[in-house]
Nanobody, 111 residues
């Protein structure tokens, strides 16, 4: 069955960096992968997406220039490198496939 497992979350001071990983299994091809986040009391929002076949990426305005999404097809893993973190980046981060499969989320707290 399809499984997405996020890791790499934690607590970091403002201005710091974290790298999230999303290990994907159970599907041979995913046209699009994305990271979303949900802060307390707020709706889930898209953060970044990537089309692994072309390398095309998109970013939400609040994270442009600070976050980088990438994929390693050999490892079946999608990454989210987060730099210059702000307290407003505090949220549960989820990865998802374009076909609608979701991971369980990983908490990122910026103090």
């Amino acid at each position: 069955h399809v499984q997405l497992v996020e890791s790499g979350g934690g607590t970091v001071q403002a201005g710091g960096s974290l790298t999230l990983s999303c290990a994907v299994s159970g599907i041979d091809h995913h046209a699009c992968m994305a990271w979303f986040r949900q802060a307390p009391g707020k709706e889930r929002e898209g953060v970044a997406s990537i089309r692994p076949a072309t390398g095309h990426t998109d970013y939400a305005d609040p994270v442009k220039g600070r976050f980088t999404i990438s994929s390693d097809d050999a490892k079946e893993t999608v990454y989210l490198q987060m730099n210059s973190l702000k307290t407003s980046d505090t949220a549960v981060y989820y990865c998802a496939t374009g076909s609608g499969f979701w991971g369980q989320g990983t908490q990122v707290t910026v103090s």
